[in-house]
């Protein structure tokens, strides 16, 4: 056999190298897709089976005011309307990704524009401390802080989504400010060094250019942030008062789609009218983030060109 | 004069934002702190727990978190790491590419108690796992491995594009040049990943109340064999972390010193999170100099 | 797809019922001998769980061989979860024939504890006694202010429980006579309520008598104090069991863990010390209807 013709012909090691990265990545990409899939199948069959086995009526769900999976109305169906829910997790999270957004780009400008490298060191593990603590702890905190802020300067009892969505804030700016961090890390630095030639002031480099082209990773840190807030559950349900009615105003008691889950999950029983509902939640939630999603990656989209 | 003016004012709010955070996080943590370090003794950090009279500790408590998230991090980490790669290196720009990333990040979204029961219905009564620590290990690495994943596709894609160039004009195959050139590059980027997942687990209650348990079972710290149901190796037994004791203890603790308890818990909580970051940045440091030669 | 993942979870489901057939058969055969061997698995109410832990430990210090492990999850996964056979004890709250979606008949009551409730007010409302109707009009939204009751000017914040809870069950069958309670804040472990009720001004709920504490005010009804011994004779009318369901009879192991709570050493014990009342100090009975006779 002629070697070389054997050489030609045979895949080289790279290209074996190659195939095996593939591989590998491959893999890893299929099983989180796999894992998320299993999940959405779960949630979503679950979620379901109000609407196919106790017969609700999907739209009556979304609209409807009056939670009480307990009890049937005059037509004989559950009354199961999550609006008050929806309207209140919405509330919370828009308020507080509202509240975050600013602070976690200032402080991540700071960070890397600003800062001397020390002081960027000590921000960033002060930040990455945050993340740590416990939902709990957070909430406990809301509750012996925040409440009475707000019920004293304010107004109100104190529990509603005004304090839900300051506590909410707190958590999500750890998230959002170091991922803003990254993404303003990766403009790649001649973008910078060109502007700064250009005779631009620094506000004006920041402002033109690095922001610009860090649109859609700052985005996603914000979509992260939100994902945060909506699934957040322990700490909010100790703020914002847990009462499923339409909120009226930012002070009165409302509730979250999570903390109607969390609260009820416990007490009811599989396969029932009311746990089934709350799988109806979870599915909403899903649904709902899926749909900010979606949105903010077409403000993106459109803000890149 | 007018844009010089404007910039002074500009970074100037800038500056105040990033210093009403820092009195934001100063606060937070000292309020913790403060109230909690005058707990904390030898006794608090390696006596076992009490349900209803004082004087308990956390010792168990506290090697469990440990413990779980060593487990966490060696099932999640190898996943996103090749996840992360592939989104960031070998993703083709098409509808899959983007499903993929949607997915990633509703994952991320998903209240923990949905994963919670979502654990609790499969891995424990299903596959028969029972209250474990490998239980919620796999259920705490659904929460990890979205943000991990990103984390790792973010911190690949800042390494520049020149390094991979020259991996190939070297002859590199594609995977040898990520593992080789842009991975060790990326490092200090995906430390902060790890560390900001590690933080995840720690503080995580509601999804460990379904799956890893509510209870500390005694445990015995001279037993090390994996396979013994004393053992504090064993994977198969039931693990309230920190989190999770400081989340019962607040609900439902009728313990006269629970305040005291749950206060010192957490400042322990926030000195390992504060542990953990500064170890897996010495490591990650020398890690980081040892692959890409820099002094 | 759908199918697929119906068939995997179907062999899943079977494989794990023939485990589990395989183990009872086990711990069955393991009877004949002198001590007691097998594994015991309790979830359901986190009220209950502190005592049950506690006694398991009390318990298997003396009997080596068997292995009881305690989890919370809430009266309804409890029951749901003991009724599907996934877990050998299913603690509640509430009578199994008052939660929906679940066959009381199948279900072995014990009763291990009798628990108290009583109503709690902030101490800023300057009220200590009420009669039933007054709490009823309180719960129901017809008086909204604290000098209706005798108390001051302030307007009342209801903290409810909430619905399905066994507090609230309890609650509503004692108190509400049939009349549904205003819409308002729920919150559902008694550690929050208790904080909450003691720094909200005007606020009322209700709790178990073993977190009402010097930072808040209990409210006599009609002029009866809520202590143990009113609850013994029924004076005090809002108390509840606290229940541990098997489904079926229980084995012998199951059994010899049963009769321990009930014995006189944890009755006399434990039960005391969580702020429980003993079951065999009841001069009256309750049954799943709220029908109240003497014993």
């Given at each position: 056999?002629?070697?070389?013709?054997?050489?030609?012909?045979?895949?080289?090691?790279?290209?074996?190298?190659?195939?095996?990265?593939?591989?590998?990545?491959?893999?890893?990409?299929?099983?989180?897709?796999?894992?998320?899939?299993?999940?959405?199948?779960?949630?979503?069959?679950?979620?379901?089976?109000?609407?196919?086995?106790?017969?609700?009526?999907?739209?009556?769900?979304?609209?409807?005011?009056?939670?009480?999976?307990?009890?049937?109305?005059?037509?004989?169906?559950?009354?199961?309307?999550?609006?008050?829910?929806?309207?209140?997790?919405?509330?919370?999270?828009?308020?507080?990704?509202?509240?975050?957004?600013?602070?976690?780009?200032?402080?991540?400008?700071?960070?890397?524009?600003?800062?001397?490298?020390?002081?960027?060191?000590?921000?960033?593990?002060?930040?990455?401390?945050?993340?740590?603590?416990?939902?709990?702890?957070?909430?406990?905190?809301?509750?012996?802080?925040?409440?009475?802020?707000?019920?004293?300067?304010?107004?109100?009892?104190?529990?509603?989504?005004?304090?839900?969505?300051?506590?909410?804030?707190?958590?999500?700016?750890?998230?959002?400010?170091?991922?803003?961090?990254?993404?303003?890390?990766?403009?790649?630095?001649?973008?910078?060094?060109?502007?700064?030639?250009?005779?631009?002031?620094?506000?004006?480099?920041?402002?033109?250019?690095?922001?610009?082209?860090?649109?859609?990773?700052?985005?996603?840190?914000?979509?992260?942030?939100m994902a945060r807030a909506f699934g957040e559950a322990?700490?909010?349900?100790?703020?914002?008062?847990?009462?499923?009615?339409?909120?009226?105003?930012?002070?009165?008691?409302?509730?979250?789609?999570?903390?109607?889950?969390?609260?009820?999950?416990?007490?009811?029983?599989?396969?029932?009218?009311?746990?089934?509902?709350?799988?109806?939640?979870?599915?909403?939630?899903?649904?709902?983030?899926?749909?900010?999603?979606?949105?903010?990656?077409?403000?993106?989209?459109?803000?890149?060109? | 004069?007018?844009?010089?003016?404007?910039?002074?004012?500009?970074?100037?709010?800038?500056?105040?934002?990033?210093?009403?955070?820092?009195?934001?996080?100063?606060?937070?943590?000292?309020?913790?702190?403060?109230?909690?370090?005058?707990?904390?003794?030898?006794?608090?950090?390696?006596?076992?727990?009490?349900?209803?009279?004082?004087?308990?500790?956390?010792?168990?408590?506290?090697?469990?978190?440990?413990?779980?998230?060593?487990?966490?991090?060696?099932?999640?980490?190898?996943?996103?790491?090749?996840?992360?790669?592939?989104?960031?290196?070998?993703?083709?720009?098409?509808?899959?590419?983007?499903?993929?990333?949607?997915?990633?990040?509703?994952?991320?979204?998903?209240?923990?108690?949905?994963?919670?029961?979502?654990?609790?219905?499969?891995?424990?009564?299903?596959?028969?796992?029972?209250?474990?620590?490998?239980?919620?290990?796999?259920?705490?690495?659904?929460?990890?491995?979205?943000?991990?994943?990103?984390?790792?596709?973010?911190?690949?894609?800042?390494?520049?594009?020149?390094?991979?160039?020259?991996?190939?004009?070297?002859?590199?195959?594609?995977?040898?040049?990520?593992?080789?050139?842009?991975?060790?590059?990326?490092?200090?980027?995906?430390?902060?990943?790890?560390?900001?997942?590690?933080?995840?687990?720690?503080?995580?209650?509601?999804?460990?109340?379904?799956?890893?348990?509510?209870?500390?079972?005694?445990?015995?710290?001279?037993?090390?064999?994996?396979?013994?149901?004393?053992?504090?190796?064993?994977?198969?037994?039931?693990?309230?972390?920190?989190?999770?004791?400081?989340?019962?203890?607040?609900?439902?603790?009728?313990?006269?010193?629970?305040?005291?308890?749950?206060?010192?818990?957490?400042?322990?909580?926030?000195?390992?999170?504060?542990?953990?970051?500064?170890?897996?940045?010495?490591?990650?440091?020398?890690?980081?100099?040892?692959?890409?030669?820099?002094? | 797809?759908?199918?697929?993942?119906?068939?995997?979870?179907?062999?899943?489901?079977?494989?794990?019922?023939?485990?589990?057939?395989?183990?009872?058969?086990?711990?069955?055969?393991?009877?004949?001998?002198?001590?007691?061997?097998?594994?015991?698995?309790?979830?359901?109410?986190?009220?209950?769980?502190?005592?049950?832990?506690?006694?398991?430990?009390?318990?298997?210090?003396?009997?080596?061989?068997?292995?009881?492990?305690?989890?919370?999850?809430?009266?309804?996964?409890?029951?749901?979860?003991?009724?599907?056979?996934?877990?050998?004890?299913?603690?509640?709250?509430?009578?199994?024939?008052?939660?929906?979606?679940?066959?009381?008949?199948?279900?072995?009551?014990?009763?291990?504890?009798?628990?108290?409730?009583?109503?709690?007010?902030?101490?800023?409302?300057?009220?200590?006694?009420?009669?039933?109707?007054?709490?009823?009009?309180?719960?129901?939204?017809?008086?909204?202010?604290?000098?209706?009751?005798?108390?001051?000017?302030?307007?009342?914040?209801?903290?409810?429980?909430?619905?399905?809870?066994?507090?609230?069950?309890?609650?509503?069958?004692?108190?509400?006579?049939?009349?549904?309670?205003?819409?308002?804040?729920?919150?559902?472990?008694?550690?929050?309520?208790?904080?909450?009720?003691?720094?909200?001004?005007?606020?009322?709920?209700?709790?178990?008598?073993?977190?009402?504490?010097?930072?808040?005010?209990e409210l006599s009804i009609d002029g009866v104090k809520?202590?143990?011994?009113?609850?013994?004779?029924?004076?005090?009318?809002?108390?509840?069991?606290?229940?541990?369901?098997?489904?079926?009879?229980?084995?012998?192991?199951?059994?010899?863990?049963?009769?321990?709570?009930?014995?006189?050493?944890?009755?006399?014990?434990?039960?005391?010390?969580?702020?429980?009342?003993?079951?065999?100090?009841?001069?009256?009975?309750?049954?799943?209807?709220?029908?109240?006779?003497?014993?």
């Amino acid at each position: 056999m002629d070697p070389i013709k054997k050489k030609i012909q045979s895949s080289s090691r790279e290209t074996r190298q190659d195939l095996l990265g593939k591989v590998i990545t491959y893999t890893c990409i299929a099983l989180i897709v796999l894992v998320v899939l299993s999940i959405f199948v779960f949630v979503a069959s679950k979620g379901m089976a109000t609407f196919f086995v106790n017969k609700a009526n999907f739209w009556d769900f979304l609209t409807g005011k009056n939670w009480n999976p307990s009890m049937v109305d005059s037509k004989g169906k559950p009354m199961l309307g999550a609006l008050p829910m929806i309207a209140g997790s919405f509330g919370v999270t828009i308020l507080a990704v509202l509240f975050a957004t600013p602070f976690a780009i200032g402080t991540a400008l700071y960070m890397t524009e600003i800062a001397s490298h020390k002081g960027e060191r000590i921000l960033q593990s002060v930040i990455e401390l945050l993340v740590g603590i416990p939902s709990v702890v957070y909430g406990f905190i809301g509750l012996s802080v925040i409440v009475p802020f707000v019920r004293n300067n304010i107004g109100g009892s104190g529990y509603g989504i005004l304090s839900g969505s300051f506590v909410l804030f707190v958590m999500v700016l750890p998230t959002v400010t170091s991922m803003t961090v990254d993404s303003l890390r990766a403009v790649p630095r001649f973008y910078k060094e060109a502007s700064l030639a250009l005779g631009a002031t620094k506000w004006q480099t920041i402002y033109k250019v690095i922001l610009r082209s860090s649109t859609s990773g700052i985005l996603t840190a914000i979509i992260f942030g939100m994902a945060r807030a909506f699934g957040e559950a322990l700490a909010v349900q100790m703020v914002i008062g847990n009462a499923a009615v339409m909120p009226t105003s930012l002070l009165s008691s409302a509730s979250t789609l999570t903390s109607v889950l969390t609260m009820g999950i416990g007490n009811t029983v599989m396969g029932t009218v009311a746990n089934n509902a709350l799988w109806s939640l979870a599915l909403i939630l899903l649904l709902m983030s899926l749909f900010f999603n979606i949105v903010v990656r077409l403000i993106g989209r459109k803000g890149r060109m | 004069m007018k844009i010089k003016l404007q910039n002074k004012i500009a970074i100037n709010i800038i500056r105040i934002i990033a210093a009403l955070v820092v009195v934001i996080l100063l606060f937070l943590l000292g309020d913790i702190l403060i109230s909690g370090v005058p707990h904390i003794s030898w006794h608090f950090l390696t006596s076992a727990s009490q349900s209803f009279a004082s004087g308990g500790g956390i010792g168990v408590q506290l090697f469990n978190s440990i413990y779980l998230l060593l487990l966490t991090l060696i099932i999640s980490f190898p996943i996103s790491l090749g996840a992360g790669i592939f989104l960031s290196e070998y993703a083709p720009k098409n509808i899959f590419t983007s499903i993929v990333r949607m997915a990633i990040e509703v994952l991320s979204s998903l209240p923990s108690v949905v994963v919670g029961l979502f654990g609790f219905l499969l891995f424990v009564v299903q596959f028969q796992m029972g209250f474990s620590i490998l239980s919620g290990a796999i259920a705490l690495t659904f929460f990890n491995l979205p943000l991990l994943t990103r984390n790792i596709e973010e911190s690949l894609r800042a390494v520049p594009d020149l390094q991979r160039e020259a991996g190939m004009a070297l002859g590199l195959s594609k995977w040898r040049t990520v593992t080789r050139v842009i991975l060790p590059e990326a490092l200090p980027g995906i430390i902060t990943g790890v560390v900001l997942g590690a933080g995840r687990v720690f503080g995580e209650a509601a999804a460990l109340i379904y799956t890893a348990g509510q209870s500390a079972t005694n445990i015995d710290f001279g037993n090390w064999n994996p396979f013994n149901a004393a053992s504090p190796l064993n994977l198969m037994r039931p693990a309230e972390t920190l989190a999770v004791h400081i989340w019962k203890i607040n609900s439902e603790g009728v313990m006269p010193d629970a305040s005291a308890v749950s206060a010192g818990a957490s400042a322990v909580l926030i000195i390992v999170v504060l542990l953990f970051n500064i170890f897996a940045r010495i490591i990650g440091n020398s890690l980081y100099r040892k692959l890409t030669a820099t002094k | 797809m759908k199918n697929l993942t119906k068939i995997t979870a179907l062999i899943i489901a079977s494989s794990a019922l023939l485990v589990g057939c395989g183990k009872s058969g086990a711990s069955n055969g393991s009877t004949s001998s002198s001590e007691a061997s097998g594994k015991i698995t309790v979830v359901g109410s986190t009220a209950l769980q502190p005592l049950v832990e506690k006694a398991a430990e009390n318990y298997q210090a003396d009997n080596a061989k068997v292995s009881i492990t305690v989890q919370g999850g809430g009266s309804g996964t409890g029951l749901s979860q003991v009724q599907s056979g996934a877990v050998t004890i299913g603690n509640s709250d509430i009578f199994a024939e008052q939660q929906k979606g679940i066959k009381a008949d199948k279900l072995v009551d014990h009763k291990v504890a009798v628990v108290g409730m009583a109503p709690v007010v902030n101490k800023d409302s300057g009220v200590k006694n009420v009669t039933m109707a007054q709490l009823r009009d309180i719960f129901t939204g017809k008086i909204t202010n604290w000098k209706d009751v005798g108390g001051k000017d302030e307007s009342i914040v209801l903290i409810n429980r909430p619905e399905g809870s066994g507090t609230r069950a309890t609650f509503e069958a004692a108190v509400m006579n049939g009349q549904s309670a205003k819409k308002s804040q729920e919150q559902d472990s008694n550690g929050t309520v208790q904080k909450m009720v003691a720094q909200t001004p005007g606020a009322v709920s209700y709790l178990a008598f073993s977190y009402v504490k010097p930072t808040i005010q209990e409210l006599s009804i009609d002029g009866v104090k809520p202590t143990d011994d009113n609850v013994t004779n029924n004076k005090w009318k809002i108390w509840s069991y606290e229940h541990m369901y098997t489904k079926g009879q229980p084995n012998k192991v199951t059994k010899g863990f049963l009769k321990y709570m009930t014995s006189d050493k944890v009755q006399k014990g434990l039960v005391k010390d969580l702020g429980y009342i003993s079951i065999n100090q009841m001069n009256v009975q309750k049954d799943a209807n709220n029908k109240v006779t003497s014993k």
